[in-house]
């Protein structure tokens, strides 16, 4: 009965009031969440929220867990996202997993220090359909595109892209050079 009170004491103290801040080191950063909530989209969702979204750049990757290059990739992705957020630059993700596979890959964007939700295809719509939403894609993974301010495509690559590949991209669709892959 002691250990269950204790646990329940413990587990009280821990949720506390949500206004109260827990004290931190100040060399300790605040811990990821165990994973990120996949929200499942149709590609028209996708477009209906870049074209309404407050930033000047849009980067938009299209991965899976399943595929290595992808995974090896979204490091930069997230390193992009940090360091061009001040320029007005949003990176979102958009796992084309298999919906079973949804806490895998919300698991993997939180391990990467991702914040916030993303987003997954919805098995609502089919395959071809989602893919005919993204004129050149023909489903190559990873897949990038990038938004200029005026929500036109600067730039899409189908496969892997290096850090230096990502910048110039983000660095054309921000001085409104456009081009692709």
């Given at each position: 009965m002691h250990r269950v009170l204790s646990l329940a004491l413990l587990f009280a103290a821990a949720c506390g009031n949500a206004s109260e801040e827990t004290p931190r080191p100040k060399d300790s950063a605040p811990k990821s969440p165990a994973t990120v909530?996949?929200?499942g989209v149709k590609a028209s969702d996708v477009?209906?929220?870049?074209d309404s979204a407050d930033a000047k750049v849009i980067v938009?990757?299209?991965w899976a867990t399943s595929c290595v290059p992808c995974v090896?990739?979204?490091p930069h992705f997230v390193a992009l996202g940090r360091e061009w957020a001040d320029?007005?630059?949003?990176v979102v993700f958009v796992s084309a997993d298999f919906p079973e596979d949804r806490e895998k890959a919300g698991a993997l964007l939180a391990k990467?220090?991702?914040v916030g939700p993303s987003w997954i295809k919805s098995a609502q719509q089919k395959d071809q359909a989602f893919l005919d939403g993204f004129t050149p894609w023909d489903g190559t993974l990873p897949a990038t595109f990038v938004y200029d301010e005026d929500r036109h495509v600067a730039a899409f690559h189908a496969g892997p892209m290096t850090q230096a590949e990502l910048d110039t991209a983000v660095r054309g669709a921000l001085s409104g050079a456009a081009g692709s892959d």
């Open positions: 909530e996949m929200i477009h209906s929220t870049i938009l990757s299209f090896k990739e979204l320029r007005g630059v949003k990467l220090g991702v």
